[in-house]
């Protein structure tokens, strides 16, 4: 039987950016190098949850929101269905139902989600989880290595 020692979070740190564009990028370059990347871990942190709110809700943007959701549901749903339609007549017939169907649903929904919500939250936003920091590690027995292309790649601009 073996033992093995782990590195806590990847390894050793061989360089700290402000983004996770910049780490992606240094990451790409030591690919581009040929350094084997299998040795390198990206680890966020400080971690903050950032909700950029997109716009007001009310009745209409909901019961709109939710056809448009159920139209496209329906109409996936009548194409599968579609496809064992005797003819073409049958063929379209389906579309045009899922189609209807979906979208009826979909407002049916899209007013019952909002009614639940009691005004709460009369607003849409999105969401993202993003670091004020981002460490680029490698394994011990390359970082020496990862650190002079990585010096390199700073050196370039």
């Given amino acids: 039987m073996t033992a093995s020692v782990s590195m806590p979070l990847g390894g050793v740190q061989v ?14 370059f030591l690919s581009d190098e040929k350094f084997p990347v299998e040795n390198v ?14 716009g007001r809700l009310s009745w ?8 448009a959701s159920g139209a496209w549901f329906g109409l996936f749903v009548g194409l599968l ?32 989600g909002y009614a639940a919500s009691q005004g709460k939250r009369d607003f849409t ?14 394994a011990p027995p390359v970082a020496e290595q990862a650190r002079e292309l990585l010096a390199r790649l700073s050196l370039r601009g």
Avoid at 41 to 54: A, F, K, N, P, Q
Avoid at 125 to 138: C, P
């Fill in 125 to 138: 936003s999105t969401s993202q989880t993003v670091a004020s920091r981002y460490d680029v590690l490698a």
């Fill in 15 to 28: 360089g700290t950016y402000g983004d996770y564009p910049s780490a992606q990028r240094a990451v790409d």
């Fill in 81 to 112: 269905l579609g496809i064992f339609a005797p003819d073409g007549t049958s063929w379209i017939g389906s579309v045009i139902t899922g189609l209807l169907i979906g979208l009826v649903f979909g407002a049916v929904f899209g007013a019952v």
């Fill in 60 to 67: 209409g943007r909901a019961i709109g929101a939710g056809a």
């Fill in 41 to 54: 871990t990206i680890i966020g942190s400080d971690l903050r949850m950032v909700e950029r709110v997109t």
